[in-house]
Nanobody, 122 residues
């Protein structure tokens, strides 16, 4: 069982930056693929980024490629999402999640955090 807790969300103007953090506890962090997802009001939860167990192989949704960077620190049981050049359409609740497979599908992630709100004003 892995517990995940996100932090770092907030209100930012368009063009600004935020760094989300996710702290993991209760399991062997380095054995999980870690992902970030987001859910805007009235929309389905969608994939944002994932990183493999080693931290060397990231993947991104097309909508955030070149603006967001996912990273992890296995020594600290942490995963991060650096978000630059934020747009109003990035407004959503952002979730950290853990999976046993290198997947972008919500259904493949077994442990989830509670989420952190990111609001980008125009």
């Amino acid at each position: 069982q892995v517990q995940l807790e996100e932090s770092g969300g907030g209100l930012v103007q368009a063009g600004g930056s935020l760094r989300l953090s996710c702290a993991a506890s209760g399991g062997t962090f380095s054995t999980y693929v870690m992902g970030w997802f987001r859910q805007a009001p009235g929309k389905e939860r969608e994939f944002v980024a994932r990183v493999d167990k080693s931290g060397r192989v990231p993947r991104y949704a097309d909508s955030v490629k070149g603006r967001f960077t996912i990273s992890r620190d296995n020594a600290k049981n942490m995963v991060y999402l650096q978000m630059n050049s934020l747009k109003p359409e990035d407004t959503a609740v952002y979730y950290c999640a853990a999976s046993g497979s290198y997947s972008s599908q919500v259904r493949d992630y077994v442990f989830w955090g509670q989420g952190t709100q990111v609001t980008v004003s125009s």
